[in-house]
C-alpha cells in the first residue's frame, strides 16, 4: 500500500542523518578523554557528565523509539486510561530527586558503579546483590527489546512508503546493520557516546513532537475535529486493534479504573529508577548539584510525553493516517502514520530517523548498564578480576546483550514483549527495598531482605498467572482486588516490605545488629 509522503528525498534524509549519529557515537571517545580501559570511565562517562548532557541522557531513556510508538498507539487502542504515562513520569522524578543524589554521593566517595556495590555493603550479604543484579538483568532485555519494535514500525512506515510492502527481510537486515554500528561506536566511546548521540537524538526529537502538534491541529481542524471524529469512528477502530465491540472513551476514566490509573502510575514511578539504566545514567553526573539541577528539569520532557500522548487522538483529525492505521490494523502505526500525511517528505525522513534512532540511544545505555552489573555483581562475585579486564569483559557482555535483544524480538512476537515488559516492571520494583530504603535506613537485615525480594517476586509471579488465567497470554498487569484493579507491582512490593520489615524485626530481637561498613556522612556529605 502507498504510505503518505515517503519518497526517495526521505530515505535520503535518513541515511545522511543516521550518518551523522554514527560519527558523533565514534568521536564521543574523543570528549573529555579518559583511559576507557577502566570501568567507570566506559561505563560512566568518568563521572565527567555536567548537568545538561545529565538531561539529555535521562531524557534519552524517557523519550525513546518505544514510548513514540507505544504511548499514543496505547491512548488510541485503549483510552484514557493509558494516560498514566504523564503523572507516572512527573512523580518519577520526584523519585529521583529524594534517591539518586544520595546513590552518587555514596558511589563516589566509595567507588561503586552499579546500585549492586551499595547493595552489598550496605547489607552486607553478596547474595543480595547478586539478586538486585540478576533482577535489573532480566528486567532490561524486554525493556531494551520494545526500543526494536518501535524501530521496527519505522523501517516498516518507510517501506510501505517506498515500495508499496512491507519487506521483513529488508527490515531485519536495517536492524542488524544499525545494531551492527551501535554496538562497535558503544563498544569505543562507552557512556560518551550515548551521551552525546543523545543531545542529537532529543534535538530531533523535539523538533519532530513541536512540529507536529503545532502543525497538524492548525491544518486539520484542531483537537476539535479529533474528539469529534472520535466520537464516531472510535468503535472502528476498537474492532479493527482490539477486535471488540463498542466506542473508546478518551475523553473520562471510568470510576472503576481510577485504582488501576493510580496505582500504574504510582508503580511505574518507583521503578522507573531502580532499572540499571536510569541508575547509571545518574551515576555519570560530575557533581551532586549537577545531578539534581538536570533532574529537576526532567519534567520537561514529561510535558513532550503528555503532548506525545495526544498524538493518538490528534491521529482522528487525519482520516487518510486513520484509515492507514486502521487496514494495517496495529496501533504501533499511529504517529508513523501521522507524521507520513501531514508532513512534507524530507521532515518524514527527519521525524522517522529520530525515533529509530529514540531506539538505538536507550539500547546502548541500557546495554552498558546490564554489562556493568553483570560483570561487576555477578562475573566478579565468583573470579577475581583486573580493572582492564573487568573493562573488556563488560565492552564484551555490553556488544552481545544488544544482539541477545535484537534475536529476542526477531524470536518473539511484539506483543509478548510488550507484555513481558510489564512483568520487568513488576519484577524491578522489588528491589525497592534494598536500593531505595537502604540510602535512607541501615536497619534492615541482610538476609530478611533477600528473603522479603524472593517473597516479592513470587508473588508478583503467582498474581500475574492468576491474573492472566493461569498460564494463559500475558495480557494484563492488574489483578482484581476489593478495591478494585491494581498493577500487580505495588501488591507485590507490599508483600515485600512486610516480609522485609517483620523479618528485620525478629533477626534484630535475635542479636544482629546493622553494618558498619557504610558510614551516614558517606551517604550524605562528599568526602
Do not use: C
Amino acid at each position: 500500500m502507498a504510505f503518505g509522503n515517503i519518497d526517495g528525498v526521505t530515505l535520503g534524509v535518513f541515511v545522511v542523518l543516521f550518518a551523522i549519529f554514527a560519527f558523533l557515537g565514534f568521536w564521543a571517545s574523543r570528549w573529555r578523554r579518559g583511559d576507557l580501559s577502566k570501568i567507570d570511565e566506559w561505563g560512566l562517562g568518568g563521572r565527567r557528565l555536567g548537568w545538561l548532557l545529565v538531561w539529555f541522557l535521562m531524557g534519552a531513556d524517557l523519550f525513546t523509539a518505544y514510548t513514540f510508538i507505544a504511548v499514543p498507539s496505547s491512548m488510541l487502542a485503549v483510552g484514557s486510561l493509558y494516560f498514566f504515562a504523564v503523572p507516572y513520569v512527573a512523580w518519577g522524578f520526584g523519585v529521583a530527586l529524594l534517591t539518586m543524589p544520595r546513590l552518587w554521593t555514596v558511589s563516589r566517595n566509595k567507588g561503586y558503579v552499579t546500585a549492586s556495590d551499595f547493595v552489598k555493603d550496605r547489607f552486607d550479604s553478596r547474595w543480595l546483590a547478586i539478586a538486585v543484579a540478576l533482577t535489573g538483568i532480566v528486567a532490561e532485555l524486554p525493556y531494551i527489546a520494545l526500543q526494536i519494535v518501535g524501530m521496527q514500525a519505522v523501517l516498516a512506515a518507510m517501506l510501505a512508503g517506498l515500495t508499496g510492502v512491507v519487506s521483513k527481510t529488508v527490515s531485519d537486515i536495517a536492524l542488524i546493520i544499525a545494531f551492527a554500528i551501535l554496538a562497535s561506536f558503544t563498544f569505543t566511546s562507552g557512556l560518551r557516546g550515548a551521551a552525546i548521540t543523545g543531545v542529537f537524538k532529543d534535538i530531533l526529537i523535539w523538533i519532530t513532537v513541536l512540529a507536529v502538534i503545532i502543525i497538524v491541529p492548525l491544518s486539520y481542524g484542531g483537537f476539535a475535529s479529533a474528539f469529534h471524529n472520535a466520537a464516531i469512528q472510535s468503535a472502528t477502530v476498537n474492532q479493527a486493534l482490539n477486535h471488540a465491540k463498542g466506542p473508546i472513551n478518551y475523553g473520562a476514566l471510568s470510576p472503576k479504573l481510577i485504582p488501576a490509573y493510580f496505582s500504574l502510575s504510582l508503580g511505574s514511578a518507583l521503578a522507573l529508577y531502580l532499572y540499571p539504566h536510569a541508575i547509571n545514567g545518574s551515576l555519570s553526573s560530575e557533581d551532586k548539584g549537577k545531578l539534581k539541577l538536570g533532574t529537576s528539569l526532567l519534567p520537561i520532557y514529561g510535558i513532550g510525553l503528555a503532548l506525545l500522548a495526544l498524538f493518538g487522538i490528534l491521529v482522528y483529525a487525519v482520516p487518510n493516517a486513520l484509515s492507514a492505521v486502521i487496514k494495517l490494523g496495529a496501533g504501533t502505526f499511529v504517529v508513523p502514520s501521522l507524521i507520513a500525511y501531514t508532513m512534507p517528505d524530507w521532515f518524514v525522513g527527519l521525524a522517522y530517523l529520530a525515533i529509530f534512532i529514540g531506539g538505538l540511544v536507550p539500547a546502548a545505555i541500557m546495554a552498558i548498564g546490564v554489562a556493568n552489573l553483570l560483570v561487576r555483581n555477578v562475573i566478579k562475585e565468583f573470579k577475581s578480576l583486573e580493572p582492564k579486564t573487568e573493562a573488556t569483559l563488560a565492552k564484551v557482555i555490553s556488544t552481545v546483550f544488544k544482539f541477545v535483544a535484537l534475536g529476542f524480538v526477531f524470536a518473539v512476537p511484539a506483543t509478548y514483549a510488550i507484555q513481558l515488559q510489564l512483568l520487568g516492571g513488576i519484577l524491578i520494583t522489588q528491589t525497592l527495598p534494598s536500593v531505595f530504603l537502604g540510602l535512607y535506613t541501615r536497619n534492615l537485615n541482610g538476609k530478611a531482605t533477600l528473603v522479603g525480594w524472593a517473597a516479592g517476586i513470587l508473588s508478583a509471579l503467582a498474581l500475574v498467572i492468576e491474573a492472566n488465567a493461569k498460564f494463559g497470554v500475558i495480557k494484563t498487569s492488574l489483578y482484581t482486588t476489593p478495591l478494585g484493579p491494581l498493577y500487580i507491582a505495588i501488591l507485590a512490593l507490599l508483600i515485600n516490605l512486610a516480609v522485609t520489615l517483620i523479618g528485620s524485626g525478629i533477626a534484630y530481637g535475635m542479636g544482629w545488629r546493622p553494618s558498619q561498613k557504610i558510614k551516614e556522612e558517606e551517604i550524605t556529605k562528599e568526602m
